[in-house]
């Protein structure tokens, strides 16, 4: 199926579990006891680099597809790995395991391929030390074959565990990733532990946590949570990823003559941005069948094509949408008058600088479009054509634009099409289903 404007959509689909409740159900069926049964798993890239971890910790996970069997030992059960942890291109894995990791008698090295090599891990290194774990990282171009020492704050890196010590830490960033690891190690420390973030990111941990039997609490911005649980094997059913429904809802508004049923996609409101702002932008977006599903919020969403305005995004609002940016800047391309993103600085240390990566190919399609620090400003109505779009390897950019080329003159081709199966391996195959030739 080539990616051409002479395409419109209409029909159901279910997407993927979610991305971020997969992570979490191995991580935290693995320090639970007895047996975890996650349904609907995501088997993509990143949950595999997961799997991979706990199993190299000694855990003993069966693999039945969508259906994932972890047989956790409890709380102390982890065995010190004789191999790299390799987190492959995944930050949740790495950052998350991280906060386990500080809590144990022993030590551990993490590595992953290129793009993870490059993010920021100083902001878990910080909070983490404070508690009591040390941390060092290593040259890249010299391991694992000669360990020399960097203070780069980036993977390879080892941690060795110990006794911790719980802390009320102010975080400077609203992260979910930074705020899970701290309250992971928490559940080794001695006392309550605390973070506080300047707004509230994704509570996807808080949830489940609590549902395994952590003493977890959350005030405002605030989670705290008490050490030493007794943690039982769950059974979880993972919703569809909002952030993979959110490619389906931006192809429902902007193409013609479609409509598309998105089934059994999580909507926490902690991630429900997305579903925020294509209402504000006067999108025909209705929510039904809501329930709750394993503690988690649930609908499926009904999407139809809109003539959309332009709108503001930023403050407290982006938490819940980071992910989805690339697709809501090719949804402002199309709509009506000028879009505006701001707040979002945390876009330039995701898998690529999206940042940069969204207004290079949203220029290169015809699009009018000027980064920021902190985002871009978005004129909307220019006629896009089709090109090459240089996804920097990034799932989420190749995904963005492949919904923009359908709607683009000419073809419009992706340099690297495999990188989607980091969260969505059935994304194209899933478009085709939905699809039909306009006459």
């Known amino acids: 199926m080539k990616i051409t404007d002479s395409y419109s959509f209409r029909g159901e689909l279910s997407v993927p579990g979610d991305k971020s409740i997969s992570h979490r159900g191995i991580m935290f069926g693995a320090i639970s006891n007895g047996l975890t049964e996650i349904t609907n798993f995501l088997q993509g890239a990143d949950c595999h680099s997961t799997i991979s971890c706990f199993q190299k910790l000694g855990i003993p996970i069966e693999n039945q597809g969508t259906r994932i069997l972890v047989h956790g030992k409890g709380l102390h059960g982890l065995t010190s790995p004789s191999q790299v942890l390799n987190v492959g291109n995944s930050g949740t894995t790495t950052r998350l395991i991280s906060g386990i990791l500080a809590g144990q008698s022993f030590e551990s090295t993490l590595d992953g391929d290129a793009s993870i090599r490059k993010r920021p891990m100083k902001r878990i290194f910080t909070p983490l030390s404070e508690m009591g774990a040390t941390f060092q990282c290593w040259d890249p171009d010299s391991f694992p074959h000669s360990l020399l020492a960097t203070d780069s704050g980036c993977a390879p890196f080892t941690i060795k565990g110990g006794s911790l010590t719980g802390l009320h830490y102010q975080s400077p960033v609203a992260s979910a990733q930074v705020k899970s690891a701290v309250l992971l190690a928490g559940l080794y420390a001695e006392g309550t532990t605390s973070v506080t973030e300047p707004v509230l990111s994704r509570d996807h941990t808080e949830r489940m946590l609590s549902g395994f039997g952590a003493k977890i609490t959350s005030v405002d911005t605030t989670a705290s949570i008490q050490p030493e649980p007794m943690l039982e094997g769950q059974k979880i059913h993972v919703p569809g990823d909002i952030s993979s429904a959110a490619y389906f809802i931006a192809l429902g508004l902007i193409t013609p003559h479609a409509e598309i049923l998105i089934q059994n996609v999580g909507i926490n409101p902690t991630r429900s941005g997305m579903i925020e702002t294509a209402l504000a932008m006067g999108g025909n977006l209705t929510l039904q069948n809501e329930r709750t599903v394993s503690g988690e919020p649930v609908a499926d969403i009904l999407v139809k094509s809109s003539s959309l305005h332009g709108t503001t995004i930023g403050g407290s609002a982006i938490p819940t949408l980071i992910d989805e940016i690339p697709v809501l800047a090719v949804m402002a391309a199309f709509a009506e008058g000028t879009t505006v993103i701001r707040d979002a600085q945390e876009l330039k240390v995701k898998e690529s600088d999206r940042i940069k990566a969204i207004t290079e190919n949203l220029s290169a399609m015809g699009g009018i479009v000027t980064p920021t ?67």
């Open 373 to 439: 620090d902190d985002g871009m400003v978005i004129v909307g109505g220019a006629p896009l054509h089709g090109t090459k779009i240089c996804t920097c390897q990034d799932h989420r950019i190749a995904m963005a634009f492949t919904i923009a080329g359908f709607r683009a003159a000419g073809e419009t081709t992706l340099d690297d099409r495999q990188c989607v199966a980091i969260s969505y391996p059935s994304f194209f195959e899933d478009i085709k289903a939905i699809s039909y030739q306009i006459p």
